[in-house]
């Protein structure tokens, strides 16, 4: 039967295949727009099992925030090649997925989201077959705060969140540079309390072999190995860190300059590296 450009085009629209691929799947439908979404469909789940060993290390992590300022989302989309990270038509896909990760508050419920038509996980398994490399959802991590703000780093390979204890005046500003600190500088946690016992133990140790191999003496190891551990909550530490544009004060100085009472309550971080 004959099919017409307006009803490939239509079929491209809502399914982000090619021309062909469209004319193809409405040709095999006999016209029957339902019955070719299905073709393209399977079409994708067949690329998706033969690609499903492919490393998709390249992709774009980006971040955004609800119009109340009180809740933030970070999704990392990710695909094989940066070719494809770059292209257009799959940073608006993957704009239009953060945008609806927004309501959501954990990675499964996302996934098995509704998602023009179909679930996000049959979205991407669509695209798996669209563009002919494995995508998938690489990370996924939300923050709830008084006031969040957001910040993506150029290349869309780094995206964070902060969350400030309240709403002042200037705090998209201050939000959005705390971001940009953690952006940079990747703290392990936003303070000491949120280190790891475990890891403070390690970097104990690892101070103590240190400072033997110096020839320090063991009765002096755990006093100085306790220095060089506030030296590490400094440097690893969001709060703590020296400011990035201002070294002469820490974060959290940087912070309370605006208000002496505001703090950075919380911090999130997706990164394709």
């Not at 996934?111 to 669509?126: A, H, P, R, Y």
């Not at 996924?140 to 957001?150: D, E, H, M």
């Not at 002469?248 to 919380?266: A, T």
Request: proline share 1%; charged share 25%; with cysteine.
């Amino acid at each position: 039967m004959k099919i017409t450009a307006a009803e490939v085009n239509k079929l491209r629209q809502s399914t982000g295949a090619g021309m062909m691929d469209c004319k193809k799947a409405l040709v095999e439908a006999e016209g029957n727009f339902e019955k070719a979404i299905e073709n393209l469909r399977k079409k994708g789940q067949k690329v998706a099992a033969n690609r499903a060993d492919r490393v998709s290390s390249e992709g774009a992590v980006l971040a955004m925030v609800n119009l109340e300022n009180t809740k933030g989302v970070i999704v990392s989309i990710n695909c094989e090649t940066d070719f494809v990270a770059k292209n257009n038509s799959y940073l608006d896909l993957a704009n239009t997925l953060t945008e609806n990760a927004l309501n959501h508050d954990n990675l499964d419920s996302f996934l098995n989201s509704d998602f023009q038509g179909m679930t996000v996980s049959e979205k991407l398994i669509e695209q798996t077959g669209v563009i002919g490399e494995k995508i998938e959802i690489g990370g996924f991590k939300t923050l709830k705060a008084p006031f969040v703000g957001s910040y993506i780093h150029a290349g869309n390979k780094i995206a964070t969140l902060t969350g400030l204890s309240e709403v002042v005046d200037s705090a998209a500003e201050i939000a959005k540079n705390v971001a940009m600190q953690a952006a940079a500088m990747n703290p392990i946690a936003l303070n000491e309390e949120g280190v790891d016992s475990n890891v403070i133990e390690k970097e104990i140790e690892i101070a103590k072999d240190q400072l033997r191999q110096e020839g320090k003496p063991e009765v002096m190891l755990d006093k100085i190995a306790k220095g060089k551990i506030k030296r590490f909550f400094k440097d690893n530490t969001l709060v703590n860190q020296d400011y990035i544009k201002d070294g002469k004060q820490s974060v959290s100085q940087y912070v309370s300059s605006f208000n002496k009472n505001l703090k950075v309550v919380e911090f999130a971080r997706l990164s394709l590296v």
